[in-house]
């Protein structure tokens, strides 16, 4: 068998090492779908999961993918995992068990990459909360076992020719989010809505963003979405250091010149940081999904 491992001394730019995989490196590193979006609201009940709630707004939509910011939901119920140390020698990371926390818990702020798993619907959502006894607490939403109080809504973001889809990955031994395209965008030519990503191991997120917003012919765009770093350097603050953890988008800017991302990440040790992420130091561990947003023409 194969061990995941860090790579050599190549790694000047990271803040970490690039990590080494237990598979062969797949190209290419970025998946990028252009895409026009539907918004839509998704009404919320009490007496049912909240993934099932997110799929079923979607379907009514007939949309099979797209992404979800959460800005304050209280929730009766709320489960939720934390990256953790693998304890397989075929894979660099795994998750904790599950928190399972008593009592209600509001869920601070959240994004959800919502696509396919085969035939069925799938969601990976990472979010901060306060938790029935104050506690703020931060990590990967366990959906199904997430039950949202009744009469809220969810704001959601349809793809209209692209999705989030589930693959088996060879590189990392996981199944991932891989974006995907349904069909053509309208307007041939003409700068897209908005651009559905996946980034593999080692790959910079604010590099990344910048160079598909020059890409693309995007002058402007907002940056959401969550992922998975191998470290992480902030602007003008110390470093995250663990290659184990997990991170959502705070706020989020991007053009072809600059790239402004705050993130907060909790690493397996249940610490959580925040910051804006500096160039080339937003480097990827497992994967991460990012969706830029158009600014208006």
């Known amino acids: 068998m194969i061990e995941a491992s860090l790579a050599g001394p190549e790694w000047a ?23 026009a979006v539907r918004r839509f609201d998704i009404a919320l009940v009490d007496d049912q999961p909240l993934e099932d709630q997110v799929h079923a707004g979607f379907a009514r939509q007939g949309l099979a993918g797209g992404a979800i910011e959460i800005d304050g939901l209280d929730c009766l119920a709320i489960d939720y995992v934390i990256p953790a140390q693998s304890e397989f020698p075929d894979r660099l990371a795994w998750y904790s068990a599950p928190r ?3 009592g ?21 959502c990472h979010g901060i909360w306060q938790l029935a006894d104050g ?17 809220q809504v ?9 999705l989030f889809d589930r693959r088996p990955d060879a590189e990392t031994n996981f199944d991932l989010f891989a974006a995907a395209t349904t069909g053509q965008p309208d307007g041939a030519g003409d700068p897209p809505a ?73 690493d397996s040790g249940a ?15 497992i994967t991460s999904e990012i969706v830029l947003l158009a600014d208006p023409a």
């Open 13 to 35: 730019t990271g803040v970490n090492p690039p990590l080494r995989h237990p598979g062969p490196q797949i190209e290419p590193r970025v998946l990028a779908v252009p895409t």
């Open 154 to 162: 969810l704001r959601a973001i349809g793809f209209e020719q692209a």
């Open 104 to 124: 209600t818990a509001r869920i601070l702020q959240g994004y959800a990459s919502v696509g396919r798993d085969g035939a069925a619907g799938m969601m990976h």
């Open 194 to 266: 908005a651009i559905v990503v996946t980034l593999r191991p080692n790959e910079d997120i604010p590099t990344t963003c910048m160079a598909l917003c020059a890409r693309h012919g995007l002058g402007g765009a907002r940056v959401i979405g969550l992922g998975s770093l191998n470290g992480a350097g902030f602007v003008g603050v110390s470093a995250m250091q663990d290659h184990v953890s997990e991170f959502l988008v705070r706020s989020g800017r991007a053009s072809p010149e600059t790239a402004e991302i705050d993130i907060a990440v909790v």
């Open 100 to 102: 399972a926390p008593r």
């Open 135 to 151: 506690r703020r607490a931060m990590g990967h939403l366990l959906g199904p076992k997430t039950y949202p109080r009744a009469g």
């Open 271 to 285: 610490n959580c940081f925040e910051g804006v992420l500096a160039p080339g130091q937003g480097r990827v561990s």
